[in-house]
């Protein structure tokens, strides 16, 4: 991973896992159902985004260095990996 990718991603995984800690007390603390379902909305959607910026890390690095390398067995792995990871992504 690309640093400025791993630096942006960490940023913004610091602030889902302080959104978690903030539904597990909004829970704790009996709060409105509709307000905690908000919430989880919002750290899904963060998630999102990290897993994007992944992904596109992914293909912009790993995919092309497989591309430019020439090597056909690399270059299949490589598609394998993105059709098998877009299989289990949930949109």
């Known amino acids: 991973m690309r640093s400025e990718t791993k630096k942006s991603c960490t940023k913004r995984l610091s602030k889902i896992e302080g959104q978690v800690r903030g539904i597990a007390r909004m829970v704790d603390e009996g709060r409105y159902c509709i307000d905690v379902v908000t919430q989880i909305a919002a750290v899904r959607a963060a998630l999102r985004k990290v897993e ?12 092309e260095s497989a591309i430019k390398s020439g090597d056909a ?6 598609v394998a990996e993105l059709v098998a990871v877009m299989s289990r992504v949930e949109r």
């Open 52 to 63: 994007e910026a992944v992904l596109h890390d992914h293909v912009a690095h790993c995919v």
């Open 73 to 78: 067995d690399e270059q299949r792995q490589k």
